[in-house]
């Protein structure tokens, strides 16, 4: 069968295993295309596409149940799901942007500190209470 993939060349393709293919259509969010003569499970280019969109839907925080719901709803619905993601998104990620830049302080206080570990962590911190409150 032309432009199919069986369900291992789609794993690799993907870099997914088959539990999580298969809990994708446990939750009827994809389905193989066909089979093969061998009873080897089949994906066209629109079960593929799914599987990938379904995945990334997972990497940005939807659970298959959010993502089935989507799935149902309108084109306005979906986009001010995916909107109030992104906002999230942008939260977490000015969380992680904080962390990154405290870690890169700490790590300059360590070299330049005979202090304990935790001491410096607490002193670097605790300057930034200091100018938060000024």
Known sequence: MNGYKT????????????RVIQGYEK????SPTSRNKYGHLLYDE???SRIAGIRFCQKIGLSLKDI????????????EILEDRLIDLEIEQDKLDYLIRK???IIDAVGTSDND????????????RKTCQE
């Not at 369900?7 to 088959?18: A, D, H, K, P, Y």
Request: some cysteine.
């Open 7 to 18: 369900l291992r060349e789609v794993c690799t393709m993907l870099n997914l295993s088959r």
């Open 27 to 30: 939750t009827a969010l994809v």
């Open 46 to 48: 629109k079960a593929i």
């Open 68 to 79: 089935r719901q989507l799935t149902q709803l309108d084109r306005s619905a979906i986009c």
């Open 103 to 105: 870690t890169d302080e």
């Open 117 to 128: 570990l935790l001491e410096v962590i607490y002193r670097t911190i605790k300057e930034e």
